[in-house]
């Protein structure tokens, strides 16, 4: 068996190095490509997608994994092997399932619809957009009935990212996180707003950026591992798990705007560069799903650098790079700034309790446009009307409305959005945990100091790669299913403080 | 046969496009990439170049070539579908006359050959490198016994850089060479040296970079297609026509060293950059040959980056650049200190005149390995001899010696040093060539102007990419085969006014 087990990870090296060498190409192209290097780029990233979605549909690989699985199942659920031949298995049969002509068809398709969506939003036209998201809708129903016997539609796709995790459970969780949140954004609103105008004076981008490198040095993300870059929408992305890199952006006359996603990328970063060594060139090299990806960015970003004990400690530093802007401003104001909630528009510009909102209506119209309850035509109506009724903010345009976000311009209806929402519950339910094994947690994040917390992460959660799904690794790290207990009782706690609840 | 031709270069496309690709892993790797990426990086790149490997021999690509070879003999030789199907017949036939099993493993000796020299040169160890070099020479051997029918031992090794040329002729054509060269350096070396101290003061790197930036796009290098970063060694690499890119290095303490690599890297991308665009993803969309390539790197940065003319127009604006350092230097006397002649130990800091002798030494002590006339053991007192012979000078230890140049360290012995000295060579033969039918390119030179130069180059010898050897190309371009005597007249002029012979 040994054989073969080599005969496997040589073959599933060759499809991970193609998508490692596939993300290359696209961190060139989103960081120094110039413009005349675009038409190739689009030809060999899909020639390296072809070539890796070949040998992960060889039906040699199906038989390699069929004698191994029957082989193994002997070993324990956890055991590197079995955890190997266990995921390989969910991938082969996800990729064979899909006829590849559909994938292709759809890859062309998207690349279309993404294209004519950058000139959509420039000139505000949602009926463009209409029959390339009606055919997009098509494709994402045609996917799902590759996987027949599914509980509801969305499910297959949901599981592209988050492997087993049902859209009638989100549907549950962000019922029940919903009836916390409406009530707590309408508690605050009615408080005095928050005064956060010197965030907004004028930030010179090259302190910024060392202010942010210090910050996440520190927080132990590894510079010999990993680098970062300046691009337009910031990202993280691997190479290998030697080499996980990120971008970030500034605006000169918005401080949270760097700092804050120079945080969040490193919190992803930190994820990668922690998976065991050992599982370099497999499929298990990988956090596990989206929602656990988002557990780290938000972990690192909201729960340390969004608090006071960790201001506490670095901002001393901040006003010393910033002293002309900041010098009269005192660090309960400046936590109090950056955590100010208003109902606002733009998902990714929102704050961390009304951010949830703005992912549970896109979650809802995606379900009820997979159902079939409502048309691309009633979209804009429908989202104008949520945004309203949760929110109490109606877009004056499409582009600050429903052509805002890529997401269903370039991939799938449905699938994505769930995970940034689960990713908040989940961060709260692990640090909760890592908290009460490790009380000194607390404490050493107002030192800045950092270990104990991110070696928590990596023994319980980020070394696993994709060992465990979402909630074997919930489960496993917390000894509880996924729950919003936590996640309430933290906005609830930090905001009734800020806001005098 | 239309379609069997789209079958053709859709094959020859994935080639093509995994070649490219790979360029971008080993760009990024000299640029950004952080010390951890390194393993994987090497996996990576090796896993490319076999999947090529293995595209370029397959045997249907074979049948496919021959057949289209037959049903397209009657079209003219310079047809871009006839040079297409010859330029892969024989890319195809040099990859499947050798095993893969040799080349792998070469590859694999080769790549840690590469890691002891570059510690045996910090150590300036010879005898650790001697059971390298000697598998090397074996390995070289092999390499050429796989193409029976030579006129040389050496032809194979050469023909892989430079195709069709033979070491034979490299031989007349070096002696005759070194017969004018070697008295040429001898007079200049009884005549007062040039002072060149003042190139040796401070120049701060930013301006260094400006200056230089601003230099090629006035050659012509498009930034849109291309871009410039730092690198250790200076090189030109292309991901497509559209994409290629150079990269170059500053010294602060010598203003010749980044102003040269700069226009140097530059005419090799204007070469790239110029290739017919039609050729873009097939086997014919690149510089001929090494020879081909260096005649125009050299073209650029020494018949027009080291010409009087040209510096008649652009010293103001660098006197401008560097007023402390060049106020008190006249134009004169700036042309003469980078036309400095001295007799040296390194062939790359060598000026135009001396370089070739360093060359030549190489070229022949190569020839003498390969044909069994000299061992590895006495290589370094061989190397020291000629030098000593040739230019007067022998170098103190191993690493300004025999260990200098890294290409016997990883690669083959033999093929690649003739590039230089031919490409100098040809780079005379074309420029007289382009004045002869363009007299105006003279004066535009010391206007700034280099349209009509670097027009001639694209229509005479970039655009038509591999469909002509370099030798077919200089018959076509110049009516003559390969001559030295343009190359002679020129040095003769321009260091006998220099030196005042």
């Keep these: ?202 930030f010179p981008e090259q302190q910024q950026m060392e202010f942010g490198i210090d910050v996440i040095n520190d927080f132990g993300y590894d510079f010999n591992r990993g680098r970062q870059d300046k691009t337009h929408h910031p990202f993280c992305t691997k190479f290998s798990l030697g080499d996980v890199r990120i971008t970030t952006r500034f605006q000169e006359n918005y401080l949270g705007e760097g700092m804050f996603s120079t945080m969040h990328e490193a919190g992803h970063a930190l994820y990668e560069q922690n998976v065991n060594m050992d599982f370099e060139g497999t499929p298990l090299a990988s956090g596990t799903s989206s929602s656990a990806h988002e557990s780290q960015s938000r972990l690192w970003e909201n729960l340390v650098g969004r608090s006071l004990p960790f201001w506490n400690q670095y901002y001393p530093s901040l006003q010393k790079t910033f002293p002309d802007q900041l010098e009269n401003v005192g660090v309960e104001e400046f936590y109090k700034a950056i955590n100010k909630v208003s109902p606002s528009l733009i998902r990714t510009d929102a704050d961390e309790v009304t951010y949830n909102l703005h992912v549970m209506i896109r979650f809802d119209l995606e379900l009820d446009l997979l159902e079939g309850k409502l048309s691309i035509d009633d979209l804009p109506e429908a989202w104008n009307a949520r945004y309203q009724s949760d929110l109490g903010v109606v877009a004056p345009n499409h582009v600050d409305g429903v052509l805002q976000d890529v997401h269903w311009f370039a991939f799938f209806i449905g699938g994505v959005f769930q995970g940034y929402t689960l990713g908040n519950v989940i961060s709260v339910q692990l640090f909760d945990t890592a908290l009460e094994q490790k009380p000194q947690i607390a404490q050493e994040i107002g030192q800045g100091k950092f270990d104990t917390l991110r070696c928590w992460m990596r023994d319980n959660v980020n070394q696993h790669g994709r060992k465990f799904t979402t909630n074997e690794l919930l489960e496993r790290a917390t000894g509880r299913p996924l729950t919003i207990d936590s996640y309430i009782n933290y906005l609830k706690k930090k905001y009734g403080e800020i806001y005098q609840l």
């Excluded at 279309?112 to 055919?135: I, Q």
């Design 1 to 202: 068996m040994e054989g073969k087990l080599q005969q496997l990870k040589s073959h599933l090296s060759e499809i991970t190095d193609l998508g490692l060498v596939n993300a290359l190409l696209n961190w060139d192209q989103s960081t120094y490509m110039p413009p005349g290097g675009a038409k190739a780029r689009g030809r060999q990233s899909a020639l390296l997608a072809r070539l890796a979605h070949e040998k992960l549909i060889d039906p040699s690989l199906g038989q390699l994994l069929e004698e191994l699985s029957s082989h193994t199942k002997d070993l324990a659920f956890e055991n590197d092997d079995a955890s190997l031949i266990r995921v390989a298995t969910r991938d082969h049969k996800q990729a064979t399932n899909v006829p590849s002509s559909l994938m292709e068809a759809f890859y062309k398709h998207t690349a279309e619809s993404y294209e004519a969506w950058t000139k959509a939003r420039s000139e505000n036209d949602f009926d463009t957009m209409k029959p390339y998201l009606e055919k997009t809708l098509e494709f994402s129903r045609q996917y799902a009935e590759c996987f027949p016997g599914y509980d509801h539609i969305a499910d297959p796709l949901i599981n592209r990212a988050d492997e087993g995790i049902k859209a009638n459970d989100v549907k549950a969780t962000f019922a029940a996180l919903r009836e916390q949140l409406v009530p707590l954004v309408k508690a605050i609103s009615e408080k005095e707003p928050v005064d956060d105008s010197f965030l907004h004076l004028n």
